[in-house]
Nanobody
Framework: QVQLVESGGGLVQAGGSLRLSCAASGRTFTNYHMGWFRQAPGKERAFVLAISKSGNTYYADSVKGRFTISRDNAKSTVYLQMNSLKPEDTAIYYC?????????????????WGQGTQVTVSS
């Protein structure tokens, strides 16, 4: 089992920045690709971006140039840096861990999920 705990969410004005963290515990962090998903009110969960075990990244088009993912294997933590935030980025953000694939954007590829952290962007 892998336990994932997100933090760093909150309320920010449009154009602002936030950094989310996801701390992992349980099994070996470096055995997992890590991803971020989000779910806006009334919408389905959507892929945001992911990072492989070796540090390769994969982004949804909607966040390219604004969001960045990174991981610190020594701290078993993955980060989501969000810049130039827009009201449409408002959602609950979830981190997830995958053993096999990270570059499909498919939530079914992910084995473990955190509880989520709310991000609200005001206009």
């Amino acid at each position: 089992q892998v336990q994932l705990v997100e933090s760093g969410g909150g309320l920010v004005q449009a154009g602002g920045s936030l950094r989310l963290s996801c701390a992992a515990s349980g099994r070996t962090f470096t055995n997992y690709h890590m991803g971020w998903f989000r779910q806006a009110p009334g919408k389905e969960r959507a892929f945001v971006l992911a990072i492989s075990k070796s540090g390769n990244t994969y982004y949804a088009d909607s966040v390219k140039g604004r969001f960045t993912i990174s991981r610190d294997n020594a701290k078993s933590t993955v980060y989501l840096q969000m810049n130039s935030l827009k009201p449409e980025d408002t959602a609950i953000y979830y981190c997830a861990a995958a053993r096999i694939r990270y570059d499909t954007g498919n939530g079914a590829e992910y084995d473990y999920w955190g509880q989520g952290t709310q991000v609200t962007v005001s206009s």
